[in-house]
């Protein structure tokens, strides 16, 4: 009893702090939208590391990742005086992003380039995994290989998916959003959203057979 | 259940996305079937081999160099202007009351309500105060040693006040000055003139002359930089009531389509507002270089799907089905 009625007001509290986030966040938008420059850096701070962190995986490239980081903002900036609170700001600035992220992926499916690891900006290879803490005292060479190998292939059978399924990849799998949330944010339906995870991992799964 | 659309199903689960009841059926039906016992097994498999890919943090020099760009570009831009602010105030406030209709309904019987019996009472009030007001404005005028100003080209009023226990009135009011300047169509002075006419001449005419003008110097790579030229002419394409200035402006505005967003967005804004149907047409012969723009696409098919003419409908499927396949 003293428990469910601890959940209970845990439930209260996350509830109120919610909502008083939102009421924040809308103060904010709302003074952004009448000028404000200090209102619309608080905005920023709020979303940039996730926005940098969804360029830098889909695109692979430090640069490219800041390009979009740049596109994007200066985009909510021009426009955040058409936002009219009909879907979350969360929602609104990830719409901004994945259509930016989805037109570099169009781009360089035309250009036809290949890029399966990460560079940095002055072009030089990023470990990733080698920036995942290892709780193994000792480090086994080739089984870093192996993994540093594999996640190359990854990389190549994600990069044959269409820009649309893989960003539905990207959003479902390593950013963890909900089917409906990806659905709103690329402008179709839910249903659509779990059509097309579907259909990249049927993709993946033939790309990647070998490897099982 | 069949297997094709467990198979989804399993898909929808491993990611945790399946309704409680669909779990309940998608368990049954994989007790009873080894293909999707295995198909679920390769599903969570591909998960876990996903992960091997993982996602890497943005470092500390990555976020600083990002922020520092961005505040660099913000501080380059200049403030809106107030047609601008005013502009998508007022679209929001149409937003909102295009949403709810009911609403709307109500505020038009509430505001012509309020003015049926505001008129009334003004009018009543109005024939029982005029007996009075007739004599002692003779009375003013007699006694009144100052003669009225000649009243041309009254800019506005700034101050209206009753002297206590009188019917004079002081008002206070700005006038305009005529004048005349003429310079090349490089000068600052002449293009800022021009930018002011194309926003507030209130003769259509007028503004046609200035944002032809000033379409021309954009045609002709004059200058036309995106704060100024470019911005007049995405204010005139947006707001103008006159369809002519607002060709103009969009003809103004073809060179910079591909390079500049804002002004492929305020293209694509046309195409989908304007109500004329010859500036959504050329709308859309503007936007067709730029294929590998989301943006454009969707705009396109929704305008394919839902313009109110049929001519355009099919000018904006054919250029659909010149671009890549749209995913």
């Avoid at chain 1, 539905?168 to 659509?192: A, C, D, P, S």
């Avoid at chain 2, 009841?21 to 049954?28: A, D, G, M, P, W």
């Avoid at chain 2, 859309?284 to 098919?301: G, K, M």
Wanted: glycine share 4%; proline share 4%; with cysteine.
């Amino acid at each position: 009893m003293g428990g469910a009625s601890r959940q209970g007001k845990d439930d209260a509290v996350r509830n109120r702090e919610r909502v008083q986030s939102r009421a924040h966040e809308a103060e904010l938008i709302r003074e952004a939208q009448a000028g404000s420059r200090a209102a619309f850096d608080a905005l920023v701070r709020q979303y940039e590391h996730q926005v940098l962190r969804l360029a830098l995986h889909l695109t692979g490239s430090e640069h490219d990742a800041e390009d979009i980081y740049q596109d994007a903002f200066l985009k909510a900036y021009r426009y955040i005086g058409n936002f009219r609170f009909e879907c979350s700001f969360y929602t609104w600035i990830y719409r901004i992003v994945t259509n930016l992220c989805l037109d570099q992926l169009r781009r360089r499916k035309t250009r036809r380039e290949d890029r399966a690891v990460v560079v940095d900006r002055a072009g030089d290879e990023i470990d990733v995994l080698a920036s995942i803490s290892d709780n193994r005292s000792f480090s086994d060479p080739a089984r870093e290989l192996d993994r540093k190998l594999l996640g190359e292939k990854i990389q190549e059978a994600l990069e044959k998916l269409t820009p649309r399924e893989r960003m539905v990849f990207e959003l479902k799998h390593y950013q963890g959003l909900r089917l409906r949330t990806i659905g709103e944010m690329l402008n179709t339906t839910e249903e659509t959203a779990k059509n097309t995870l579907f259909r990249a991992t049927k993709k993946l799964r033939a790309q990647l057979a070998g490897l099982r | 259940m069949n297997c094709e659309l467990a198979q989804e199903w399993i898909v929808t689960a491993a990611y945790g996305e399946l309704a409680d009841e669909q779990i309940h059926e998608l368990e049954r039906h994989i007790s009873g079937c080894a293909k999707c016992q295995e198909e679920r097994e390769q599903a969570l498999a591909l998960k876990a081999l996903a992960d091997a890919h993982p996602v890497a943090e943005p470092t500390p020099n990555l976020m600083a160099r990002a922020r520092l760009r961005l505040d660099e570009a913000l501080d380059t831009l200049p403030p809106k202007h107030w047609y601008e602010r005013l502009g998508e105030h007022i679209l929001n406030n149409l937003a909102s009351l295009q949403a709810a209709p009911a609403a709307a309904l109500l505020l038009v019987i509430a505001g012509a309500g309020a003015g049926v019996v505001g008129g009334y009472e003004f009018a009543q009030g109005r024939a029982a105060h005029e007996a009075v007001a007739q004599a002692a404005t003779s009375q003013a005028r007699a006694s009144s040693a100052t003669a009225l100003p000649e009243l041309a080209n009254v800019a506005g009023i700034s101050e209206i006040v009753r002297r206590p226990d009188s019917e004079i009135v002081d008002v206070s009011y700005n006038q305009l000055v005529p004048r005349q300047i003429e310079g090349s169509l490089g000068d600052p002075a002449i293009r800022q003139l021009l930018m002011l006419a194309s926003a507030d001449a209130s003769s259509p005419r007028v503004r046609n002359d200035s944002v032809s003008l000033l379409a021309a110097e954009c045609r002709a790579g004059h200058s036309c930089q995106p704060s100024g030229i470019r911005d007049a002419l995405m204010a005139a394409l947006r707001y103008d009531k006159s369809a002519k200035v607002r060709e103009k402006a969009l003809e103004g505005l073809e060179p910079y389509v591909a390079q500049d967003v804002r002004v492929r967005d305020s293209v694509l804004e046309a195409l989908l507002n304007d109500s004329d149907p010859a500036i959504r047409t050329e709308a859309i012969n503007l936007l067709e270089p730029v294929e590998a723009d989301t943006s454009v696409r969707q705009v396109l098919y929704s305008v394919s799907n839902s313009d109110d003419s049929p001519q355009i409908r099919n000018v904006s499927r054919q250029v659909l089905s010149r671009m890549p396949e749209i995913q």
